[in-house]
């Protein structure tokens, strides 16, 4: 079974493009639930870093380390 996202750019037309769909016996149609992420805790991190020994500037040095 292959599955293909497709995008409706006239929403006046899109109840016509899923009834014509749903005439084929071998398409079956389904609502796309969209995927709602929750807000981020931004205090929820503190203590992230606790008891660890690291420093901004070892951060960024890891992070944009570069062979010369």
Request: hydrophobic share 40%; no cysteine.
């Amino acid at each position: 079974m292959e599955k293909i996202i497709l995008t409706i750019k006239d929403d006046k037309k899109k109840s016509f493009f899923l009834e014509l769909l749903k005439q084929f016996d071998f398409i079956e149609v389904q609502k796309a639930t969209e995927k709602r992420t929750e807000a981020y805790d931004f205090f929820g991190s503190a203590g992230l870093w606790k008891g660890r020994d690291i420093t901004v500037s070892k951060l960024r040095e890891q992070a944009w380390k570069r062979s010369h």
